[in-house]
């Protein structure tokens, strides 16, 4: 089932399930959003993932395409580098002309339960080795690009550089609010959020807007 929704239509529906018994509790929408995360869609850069001799679309948010895709910041990719070190629920914080900074992980949460460090780890943007998709959740099945052999990797500014994270209540379990980072697999975009330190997907895909 394919769910089209914006951003500001979830951070109403948040505000709408949290605030509607008490008037005294009732704020903005940017009020509510930036009190659980802060993130706002400024300038900055983006890297286009191009296929050799083919031309992506810098504007595109539709994802993974047959000419390549987009990385942005505050998303999640599953990205090998050259080290040979693969991060699959990594957040991209910041994109330089030359380089990319990655989460160990989702959030300190997810990195006590995996029993790692939560770091920053700064990588060359040359490092990209690989990307994975996931095709199939309960399978495990991901397909793999080669970055280096068949992908030239673009760095451009934009005037909106982030994918802005949803912030979500759910409402099925006891009103939590979720942090939910957008995550690219071969059918589009869906989102992650993480609950006890364990990462689980939302149950149907979405598309950002």
């Not at 949290?18 to 940017?30: H, L, P, T, V």
């Not at 990307?131 to 959740?137: C, K, L, P, Q, T």
Request: proline letters at 0%.
């Amino acid at each position: 089932m394919k769910i089209k929704f914006t951003l500001f239509f979830l951070l109403i529906l948040s505000i709408n399930l949290n605030a509607q018994n008490s008037k005294k509790d009732s704020i903005s929408g940017e009020e509510f959003y930036k009190k659980h995360f802060n993130c706002d869609y400024n300038e900055g850069n983006i890297i286009v993932v191009q296929r050799k001799g083919k031309k992506m679309d810098s504007n595109s948010h539709s994802g993974l395409t047959k000419s390549g895709f987009i990385i942005r910041m505050e998303a999640i990719y599953d990205l090998e580098f050259t080290d040979d070190k693969r991060y699959r629920t990594s957040i991209v914080k910041k994109i330089t002309t030359d380089s990319i900074t990655l989460t160990s992980t989702f959030n300190e949460n997810s990195a006590k339960y995996e029993g790692i460090k939560y770091e920053l780890i700064t990588y060359s943007i040359k490092a990209i080795k690989k990307a994975r998709f996931i095709n199939d959740r309960s399978l495990g099945i991901y397909f793999k690009r080669n970055i280096q052999k068949r992908y030239d990797l673009i760095v451009k500014k934009v005037d909106k550089a982030k994918m802005c994270p949803a912030v979500l209540t759910f409402t099925k379990r006891n009103n939590e609010i979720k942090v939910c980072h957008y995550y690219l697999t071969s059918q589009g975009w869906n989102i992650l959020f993480e609950t006890n330190g364990f990462i689980d997907f939302l149950e149907y895909r979405v598309d950002w807007q």
